[in-house]
């Protein structure tokens, strides 16, 4: 092409997934009759033509490394058939349509350093946004908290030991991606936006920033003869959400940005309704690299979820059977008045629910 006349400009967007897809999958493309879980991270699938396709699910620590990446594509060369599959939770999914290649691909898997399991009644990879890597809003960084954390869980990654699935989420802000599932770990700050007037009236568009706040907690004012804004902190939640529009507003603090478990979230499924995580530990300490005071609570929850619950209660469906005032004795964390709701706006929060209403 010559270099006067532009290429037009390529269609960005999801790609149609049908390219990727292992042929067995395309050929049978909702005609599935069934699918067995042979043991730990396998998953078998029979289509009603009678063929068969092997799923084996592969943990990473998500932000790999283009070594690491070529080297998980040359395992899809060799076992299948050039395919290779991540999922939303960060593994890495081969289909293999011939079974003897299943305990090879394993086994080379392993040999490795990669981990199979989060299948069945496992605990899962940990779901995570994007922490300090990518994103320009983080109180802490998901990505370090879920590899510190899947490292003291991956017996619980490998074998199916739970009484049902497990998810985990994490989210590095308080306000946008992630954060729901049976047990969360979530950034909370504990104080007002620490702001910079001298840069406010620079870099910020103060209605959008005012508008931002969900308690309206701010106001424009002028300081030192400059236009800024003013927080009013009786009002003010530390959701944060003031940061983005507005970087002067500082609310990320090494000491204040603490991490919170919240337990219970779960959607709707053909049995059970939505359920809406609760608040069960906060201020704990936002400690790179390991975040071991964190992991100690999600273990010890996972205990007691694991020693007391009946085989296929999720983690809500347990809290549910056994009530809130005995979860927190199993677990033994404390109950404090912060875990109760008493906000003055919590007249709308407490009429809150996962149903829509207009
Ligand atoms: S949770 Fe917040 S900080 Fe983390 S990636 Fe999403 S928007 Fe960025
Ligand atoms: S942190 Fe949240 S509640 Fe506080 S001022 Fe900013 S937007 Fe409003």
Redesign the pocket.
């Known amino acids: 092409m010559s270099a006067d006349k532009p290429r037009s400009p390529i269609e960005s967007g999801c790609p149609d997934g049908f390219q990727y897809m292992h042929p067995v999958m395309r050929k049978n493309y909702g005609q599935w009759k069934f699918h067995t879980h042979p043991k730990p991270g396998v998953l078998r699938h029979v289509a009603y033509s009678g063929d068969e396709i092997w799923t084996v699910r592969v943990g990473t620590q998500r932000i790999l490394d283009v070594f690491s990446l070529r080297e998980l594509c040359d395992l899809g060369d060799e076992y299948a058939d050039g395919y290779i599959h991540f999922t939303i939770r960060s593994n890495v999914e081969y289909m293999v349509s011939d079974p003897e290649k299943v305990e090879p691909l394993i086994k080379a898997i392993e040999a490795k350093g990669y981990i199979v399991g989060g299948t069945k009644n496992s605990v899962t990879m940990i779901s995570h946004t994007q922490g300090w890597l990518h994103c320009d809003i983080p109180g802490t960084d998901a990505s370090g908290v879920v590899k510190s954390m899947m490292d003291e869980l991956i017996t619980e990654f490998r074998e199916c030991n739970m009484p049902n699935r497990v998810h985990i989420t994490t989210s590095c802000c308080q306000i946008n991606c992630g954060g729901q599932g049976d047990i969360a770990i979530n950034v909370q700050h504990t104080k007002?936006?620490k702001i910079n007037h001298d840069l406010v009236s620079n870099v910020c568009e103060r209605p959008s920033v005012v508008a931002?706040?969900?308690?309206a907690?701010?106001r424009p004012a002028m300081v030192n003869g400059k236009p800024s804004l003013e927080?009013d902190e009786k009002k003010?939640?530390?959701?944060?959400?003031?940061f983005p529009p507005c970087p002067p507003?500082q609310?990320n603090d090494a000491e204040h940005s603490k991490l919170a478990v919240w337990v219970g979230g779960n959607h709707s499924n053909a049995r059970s309704k939505p359920t809406f995580q609760k608040l069960v530990a906060a201020g704990i300490p936002n400690n790179p690299p390991r975040w071991p005071e964190a992991t100690a609570i999600v273990k010890n929850i996972l205990k007691a979820y694991k020693d007391d619950a009946k085989d296929w209660e999720r983690i809500n469906d347990w809290i549910e059977r056994i009530g809130w005032p005995r979860f927190f004795e199993v677990t033994n964390l404390p109950f404090t008045k912060y875990h109760i709701d008493n906000w003055r706006g919590a007249r709308n929060s407490l009429n809150a629910s996962t149903h829509i209403r207009f």
Do not use: L
Not at 236 to 242: D, L, N, Q, T
């Open positions: 007002p936006p931002r706040c969900p308690v907690a701010i927080v003010c939640i530390c959701c944060g959400a003031c507003m609310i």
